[in-house]
């Protein structure tokens, strides 16, 4: 079974910056993956995606020009750099990858690996 575990969440105030990481057990080459969060009471949203064969991403109109998704298969890790963070990104994030087709990137019943999630909070 894949292992997927996040880091990097934290509290940070309106405006700043954080970088969330997920390290994956096994090779993430050729595999779509993506970051989604969920906020209390709402819905798990997909912010982000790539396809690592091409690295070609994918966005939420929401953090579109503000998060930015990224990976490095040497190291078996995906990344999301959020900035100019705002209130409404407070959520728990989670990574998730799956190595078959994909129809919707940013619909999360297409994915099969998840990590435990980790926190962002955005004070005003």
């Known amino acids: 079974q894949v292992q997927m575990v996040e880091s990097g969440g934290g509290s940070v105030q309106a405006g700043g910056s954080l970088r969330l990481s997920c390290a994956v057990s096994?090779?993430?080459?050729?595999?779509?993956m993506a970051w989604f969060r969920q906020a209390p009471e709402k819905e798990r949203e997909g912010v982000a995606a790539?396809?690592?064969?091409?690295?070609?991403?994918w966005y939420s109109d929401s953090v579109k020009g503000r998060f930015t998704i990224s990976h490095d298969n040497a190291k078996n890790t995906l990344y999301l750099q959020m900035n100019s963070l705002r209130p409404e990104d407070t959520a728990m994030y989670y990574c998730?990858?799956?190595?078959?087709?994909?129809?919707?990137?940013?619909?999360?019943?297409?994915?099969?690996?998840w990590g435990q999630g980790t926190q962002v909070t955005v004070s005003s």
């Open positions: 998730a990858a799956t190595s078959r087709s994909v129809l919707s990137v940013l619909r999360p019943n297409y994915y099969d690996d």
């Open positions: 096994r090779y993430t080459y050729r595999r779509y």
């Open positions: 790539i396809y690592t064969g091409s690295s070609t991403t």
